[in-house]
């Protein structure tokens, strides 16, 4: 049994909060899967794994530069992967620093959803499938 005073992590928005503050409008956070923009076939992504990417990308590139400076053309094309990753749910990009937002305001789950779940609702979200479907459409 949880203690009242017992924080719980919500797994939509990652912050902590009590069972008594949980009011409509406290959480912001973004319900639909993200893609690869720069992808042939928008592949879906995780949030989380989006955000690795972003960072693996910033590091590769920040240890290249360190042995020889970037170019011009090197610096155009990083700065373009970072704007790559686009929430379906607003096309907000996705950013790589640890402020995560949202374009949606709700309730904080509960305390017995998992992160898991929480993704798979995400990722098989219908109307964001034909979202992204009709976006792949327009590439054709």
Known sequence: MRRVDQPIRCVQCSDYYLVQDNKMGVCVHHDGFVYDNHSITLAQWVQHAAIAQ?????????????????????????????????????????????MVGGCKRGKHSLADVKLIQWEYECDHNRDYQDKRLNLLQTRI
């Open 54 to 98: 972003l960072l693996k990308d910033e590091a590769a590139a920040m240890k290249q530069s360190t042995t020889n400076p970037l170019t011009p053309e090197q610096k155009e094309r990083l700065e373009r992967e970072k704007q790559r990753f686009k929430y379906i749910c607003c096309n907000q990009t996705v950013q790589a620093s640890g």
